[in-house]
Every structure is written in structure tokens, then in C-alpha cells.
């Protein structure tokens, strides 16, 4: 067979495994059968499903669909709120800062694997990942959210005069101006800034000092300390993958990668096994795609895929 | 020619998660430090190589060698170790040819020359990783284009797709295939070695 031919059947291959949704043991079967032919097969697949993973990023050109509803929501609450943020703003920021929540605040909540973008009437835009739930404070021009729970990604339009501020957690981040990501697990809580500057402080400890942070840097708040760290660029694009609807794992264990699926993912992972759960994998993965990311496992380890009720065990 | 079969076999049909891991630990090596050699190698053949329509098979035979050795020991560094297996794959075809390529011959000296070029910063690609892939999937025909885009951007299914441009599935199937082909050839090789002579 020449080159050319060879790399009919391997793209053949590739996409039938990775992209046709119908992928049968006889199919792998066939597969396993080819590859052993020749190291001419083998390197054709491996180069052609490398290039079928690079172009996994094209998903990444689909454009985001802002939340529409959002528009029409602000003009509302811009009519019925215009009384209420004459005395918001006379009794000035404290007043919302040390309140842990305004009970007048609007709610966004998105799905488990769902996601959302608010647009702000300023320009600001807040994305929501999966399971995620933000209170945003009323006002036609509102400059304080709360992250109750979840991941968001928040572009702030900067004013000096009046710092975007999120609260999550009894913590408090302050823009100064920003591009940054928050999420919020039970007891944890990560503040990754991206562009610009922030501080995130304790209002309700004044004996922690406040953190300063910029661009690569990664803070994380527990009970009674915040710790910052740095990332490159690339891992904190990485990071943030999700906006365009991607998972990257960098030599992540199995185990890892499996409760950032299960994040997005109503139908469950279980890897029960600690020899499974801390092979590393290398790879970008659409968060909605369960099932590439278990192929790849069966493909790459040999491991045994169990389809149960309502979830998906990997054994070996 | 058997044992070569078996021994396949062990990489590609593991029992254990040891041999598993050095499968994928080889795969990972031959995709991150292998094929972005693929321009250059590509630039490299077609210097010492008269006959331009032989060059896609000397790449793969180039990769299948490489295979063959890496399964065994993995060289220290990969570049050094893909040109050496061009160049020694070069003379091999000679010989066997038994035509003397004069050419071919002299022109073998520019082996240090092609192998101390400097890599691409890793950095960078990542950084224009998008861009590329847009100005190849730009490249591609017309036609494939569009049921790449359906497929891989809008997310469409296959059955979807037909229907929308009136063609059979095994047709949508058939530009599928070729354009993964075509965005290979552009992002890893020959495409990217002629774009970066002209």
C-alpha cells in the first residue's frame, strides 16, 4: 500500500472511532487487527489522530451564544430599581459589602453541563460554568455579584470609581481592573487572575491580610488562609478551557479527570481502582463528550468500560 | 515478518497497565517530540530526494523506522534521531535503486546544516495554534471545508449534514476523512515545509 492509501484507511479510522458516535468492539477489533500489520499503520493513525485532537481546538470557533434573555432582564430591573439605587448609593459601599447577600439580587443559574454568559449593561460580561449559581445586585449599572456556587469567568469593564466586587465564601474580590476566574467548592475557594489587577480579602477577618493579585496569579482561600500561586499563560488558558467548551488535561490522573467530567456530566464516572485511577492522560476533550474521554482510556490503557444505570465505571 | 506482528501486538492489545502506559508513553513521545519535525524532514527529503512523488512514502518510512527503534530504546533527543534515520534511509534507497543519484549523494553533507535548524518555540505554536488551524481548515476544498465546518464547528451529525447539502452520508464520510488527511499534511508537513520555502 502506498502512503496515500495508507492514510485513507487510518483517517478512516480515526474518524469512525472519534467522531461517528458508533464504535463497536468488531470496529476495534478491525483496528487492533490493521495496526499490527505494519509500523507504517501505526504511525499513520497515530499521526492522523493527533491531528484529529489539534483540530478537537476548532470547536473553539463556535460561536458563544450570549444569554439573550439577560438584555431584556436589565432593562427591567433598571425600571422597577431606579428608587431603590438612589439610597444604595447614598448609604454608600459598605453598606453592600457587609451584607452577605441583597436580597433584592438577581439570580443566574445554569445546568449541570450547561453554560452561560451574562452581559452587563456596562460591557462587563460574567460566564457561567456548569452548576453554577450568581446573584448580581440590582441597579441599572450594578458593580457587585455574589458566587454562591460554581465557576464563573468575569471580563470587568474597569472603573476606578466604582471596583466591580464579588463575593464568595465571606471572601471579597475587588477588581481593579480585570479579567479573572472564581470558583467555589465547598469549603475552597480559587481566584485565578488572568489580565489586570485584584484584591481578595476577608471582610469579616480583618486579621488576614489582604492579597494582592496579577496576571498568573492563582489564590486559594480555605477556612483560615489564602495561599497564592503562579501559573504560566498556557495553564491558565488551559484553566479556562471551558468557555469554549473544552476539558485539558496535562498529565492529569484518571481520577482527576474523572470529577472534572462528572462536573459537567450528569451521567457519572467511577473509577474505583487506585492502579486506574492514577494512570495520566494528555489530552483536550469536549466536557460534554464522556464518551471520547472513555474510549480513549479503553484505547490508550486496555481498560474496561461498564456501562451501568446511570453511570460509567472504569475497571481494568 | 511474524515476529514483527506479535510484537505489535504487545503494545497495541496490552494485559497489563504497565505495557499500556509504555504504549501511550510512546505515542505521546512520537506525537510531541516526532511529528513537529514533520516540515523540516519534509524540507530535508525533497532537497536530497529527486523524485518529489516518492516524498510521502519516505516520511512514513522515516516514522515507521523511528517506531521500530523508539519500541526498543528511545533515542535522547528526537530530532538528531530523525534525520539520522532520513539520511541512513536515503543511502538504504540508493543502494537498492542501483541508480546513482549524484545529487542525492552530494547533496547528504546538508544533513548537519537541516539538523541543527532551531525548533520552533512551543510557546508560540500554542499561542497560534487557533489561527492555524483556521487558515488550514481555510485551505481546504471548498466543499470538504464546508462539511468539516458542519461537522467539527457547528457540530452537526453526519445524517445532519446530508441532508442539508443534498449528498449521502458516504459522501459526507469520504469529506471527512479527506479533510483530516489535508489538515494533517497542513499542520505537521508537507504543506507547512513548501509554505515555509516560498
Redesign the interface.
Same mark, same amino acid.
Given at each position: 500500500m502506498s502512503a496515500a492509501e495508507i492514510q485513507s484507511r487510518a483517517a478512516d479510522f480515526v474518524n469512525q472511532r472519534r467522531d461517528s458516535g458508533q464504535w463497536s468492539p468488531d470496529d476495534q477489533s478491525a483496528l487492533d487487527a490493521w495496526l499490527s500489520e505494519s509500523p507504517e499503520h501505526v504511525v499513520a493513525y497515530w499521526r492522523l489522530d493527533a491531528a484529529w485532537e489539534r483540530t478537537q481546538r476548532l470547536a473553539a470557533l463556535r460561536p458563544s451564544k450570549p444569554d439573550r434573555t439577560g438584555g431584556a432582564i436589565w432593562r427591567n430591573v433598571l425600571r422597577f430599581s431606579a428608587a431603590a439605587l438612589v439610597i444604595a448609593a447614598g448609604t454608600g459601599a459598605a453598606f453592600y459589602f457587609t451584607r452577605p447577600s441583597a436580597p433584592e439580587a438577581r439570580q443566574f443559574a445554569t445546568e449541570v453541563g450547561a453554560r452561560k454568559t451574562i452581559k452587563l449593561p456596562d460591557g462587563s460580561e460574567i460566564e457561567l460554568n456548569t452548576n453554577t449559581v450568581l446573584r448580581i445586585a440590582p441597579g441599572p449599572n450594578p458593580r457587585m455579584a455574589w458566587l454562591e456556587k460554581g465557576e464563573a469567568y468575569f471580563r470587568i469593564q474597569h472603573d476606578s470609581a466604582h471596583p466591580f466586587v464579588v463575593m464568595a465564601q465571606g471572601r471579597r474580590v475587588v477588581d481593579l481592573g480585570t479579567e479573572f476566574l472564581m470558583r467555589a467548592e465547598p469549603k475552597r475557594l480559587e481566584v485565578a487572575l488572568v489580565a489586570g489587577r485584584a484584591q481578595l480579602d476577608s471582610p469579616n477577618d480583618p486579621t488576614q491580610e489582604p492579597a494582592v493579585l496579577t496576571p498568573g496569579d492563582v489564590a486559594i482561600a480555605t477556612a483560615n488562609a489564602i495561599n497564592v500561586t503562579s501559573k504560566s499563560a498556557k495553564a491558565l488558558s488551559d484553566e479556562i478551557s471551558w468557555r469554549q467548551g473544552l476539558l485539558v488535561f496535562k498529565y492529569t490522573t484518571l481520577e482527576d479527570a474523572a470529577s472534572e467530567f462528572n462536573r459537567y456530566n450528569r451521567k457519572k464516572i467511577i473509577i474505583t481502582d487506585p492502579n486506574v485511577a492514577s494512570l495520566t492522560i494528555v489530552g483536550t476533550f469536549p466536557s460534554n463528550d464522556v464518551t471520547a474521554f472513555t474510549d480513549a482510556a479503553q484505547a490508550i490503557f486496555g481498560l474496561k468500560i461498564e456501562n451501568r444505570h446511570g453511570e460509567i465505571a472504569i475497571k481494568r | 515478518m511474524t515476529d514483527? /506482528?506479535d510484537s #505489535? +501486538?504487545d503494545n497495541?492489545?496490552?494485559?497489563s497497565?504497565s505495557v @499500556? %502506559?509504555t504504549?501511550?508513553a510512546l505515542? &505521546?513521545w512520537? /506525537?510531541r517530540e516526532v $511529528?513537529p519535525l514533520e516540515a523540516a524532514l519534509t524540507q530535508f527529503l525533497r532537497h536530497n530526494w529527486r523524485n518529489k512523488s516518492d516524498i510521502? &512514502?519516505l !516520511?512514513?518510512?522515516v =516514522?515507521?523506522? %523511528?517506531? &521500530?527503534a523508539a519500541r526498543k530504546e528511545m533515542p535522547e533527543t528526537a530530532r538528531a534521531f530523525v534525520f539520522a534515520t532520513a539520511h541512513n534511509l536515503l543511502i538504504d534507497r540508493v543502494r537498492r535503486e542501483k541508480i546513482v543519484q549524484f545529487e542525492a549523494v552530494s547533496e547528504l553533507d546538508t544533513l548537519a546544516i537541516a539538523a541543527d535548524e532551531p525548533t520552533p518555540d512551543r510557546?508560540a505554536i @500554542?499561542r497560534d *495554534? $487557533?489561527r492555524r488551524?483556521?487558515i488550514a481548515?481555510d485551505r481546504l476544498p471548498p466543499r470538504t471545508r464546508e462539511v !468539516?465546518t458542519m +461537522?467539527?464547528? &457547528?457540530?452537526l451529525?453526519?445524517a445532519e449534514i446530508a441532508q442539508r447539502l443534498g449528498i449521502t452520508e458516504v459522501t459526507v464520510?469520504w469529506h471527512? #476523512? *479527506?479533510g $483530516?488527511?489535508a489538515?494533517?499534511d497542513d $499542520? =505537521?508537513g508537507e504543506a507547512a515545509a513548501l509554505r515555509n520555502k516560498s
Amino acid at each position: 500500500m502506498s502512503a496515500a492509501e495508507i492514510q485513507s484507511r487510518a483517517a478512516d479510522f480515526v474518524n469512525q472511532r472519534r467522531d461517528s458516535g458508533q464504535w463497536s468492539p468488531d470496529d476495534q477489533s478491525a483496528l487492533d487487527a490493521w495496526l499490527s500489520e505494519s509500523p507504517e499503520h501505526v504511525v499513520a493513525y497515530w499521526r492522523l489522530d493527533a491531528a484529529w485532537e489539534r483540530t478537537q481546538r476548532l470547536a473553539a470557533l463556535r460561536p458563544s451564544k450570549p444569554d439573550r434573555t439577560g438584555g431584556a432582564i436589565w432593562r427591567n430591573v433598571l425600571r422597577f430599581s431606579a428608587a431603590a439605587l438612589v439610597i444604595a448609593a447614598g448609604t454608600g459601599a459598605a453598606f453592600y459589602f457587609t451584607r452577605p447577600s441583597a436580597p433584592e439580587a438577581r439570580q443566574f443559574a445554569t445546568e449541570v453541563g450547561a453554560r452561560k454568559t451574562i452581559k452587563l449593561p456596562d460591557g462587563s460580561e460574567i460566564e457561567l460554568n456548569t452548576n453554577t449559581v450568581l446573584r448580581i445586585a440590582p441597579g441599572p449599572n450594578p458593580r457587585m455579584a455574589w458566587l454562591e456556587k460554581g465557576e464563573a469567568y468575569f471580563r470587568i469593564q474597569h472603573d476606578s470609581a466604582h471596583p466591580f466586587v464579588v463575593m464568595a465564601q465571606g471572601r471579597r474580590v475587588v477588581d481593579l481592573g480585570t479579567e479573572f476566574l472564581m470558583r467555589a467548592e465547598p469549603k475552597r475557594l480559587e481566584v485565578a487572575l488572568v489580565a489586570g489587577r485584584a484584591q481578595l480579602d476577608s471582610p469579616n477577618d480583618p486579621t488576614q491580610e489582604p492579597a494582592v493579585l496579577t496576571p498568573g496569579d492563582v489564590a486559594i482561600a480555605t477556612a483560615n488562609a489564602i495561599n497564592v500561586t503562579s501559573k504560566s499563560a498556557k495553564a491558565l488558558s488551559d484553566e479556562i478551557s471551558w468557555r469554549q467548551g473544552l476539558l485539558v488535561f496535562k498529565y492529569t490522573t484518571l481520577e482527576d479527570a474523572a470529577s472534572e467530567f462528572n462536573r459537567y456530566n450528569r451521567k457519572k464516572i467511577i473509577i474505583t481502582d487506585p492502579n486506574v485511577a492514577s494512570l495520566t492522560i494528555v489530552g483536550t476533550f469536549p466536557s460534554n463528550d464522556v464518551t471520547a474521554f472513555t474510549d480513549a482510556a479503553q484505547a490508550i490503557f486496555g481498560l474496561k468500560i461498564e456501562n451501568r444505570h446511570g453511570e460509567i465505571a472504569i475497571k481494568r | 515478518m511474524t515476529d514483527k /506482528v506479535d510484537s #505489535n +501486538r504487545d503494545n497495541f492489545q496490552p494485559h497489563s497497565a504497565s505495557v @499500556a %502506559v509504555t504504549g501511550s508513553a510512546l505515542r &505521546d513521545w512520537f /506525537v510531541r517530540e516526532v $511529528l513537529p519535525l514533520e516540515a523540516a524532514l519534509t524540507q530535508f527529503l525533497r532537497h536530497n530526494w529527486r523524485n518529489k512523488s516518492d516524498i510521502p &512514502d519516505l !516520511v512514513q518510512e522515516v =516514522y515507521a523506522r %523511528v517506531y &521500530d527503534a523508539a519500541r526498543k530504546e528511545m533515542p535522547e533527543t528526537a530530532r538528531a534521531f530523525v534525520f539520522a534515520t532520513a539520511h541512513n534511509l536515503l543511502i538504504d534507497r540508493v543502494r537498492r535503486e542501483k541508480i546513482v543519484q549524484f545529487e542525492a549523494v552530494s547533496e547528504l553533507d546538508t544533513l548537519a546544516i537541516a539538523a541543527d535548524e532551531p525548533t520552533p518555540d512551543r510557546s508560540a505554536i @500554542a499561542r497560534d *495554534e $487557533l489561527r492555524r488551524l483556521q487558515i488550514a481548515l481555510d485551505r481546504l476544498p471548498p466543499r470538504t471545508r464546508e462539511v !468539516v465546518t458542519m +461537522r467539527r464547528i &457547528d457540530g452537526l451529525s453526519r445524517a445532519e449534514i446530508a441532508q442539508r447539502l443534498g449528498i449521502t452520508e458516504v459522501t459526507v464520510k469520504w469529506h471527512l #476523512n *479527506e479533510g $483530516l488527511r489535508a489538515l494533517a499534511d497542513d $499542520l =505537521y508537513g508537507e504543506a507547512a515545509a513548501l509554505r515555509n520555502k516560498s
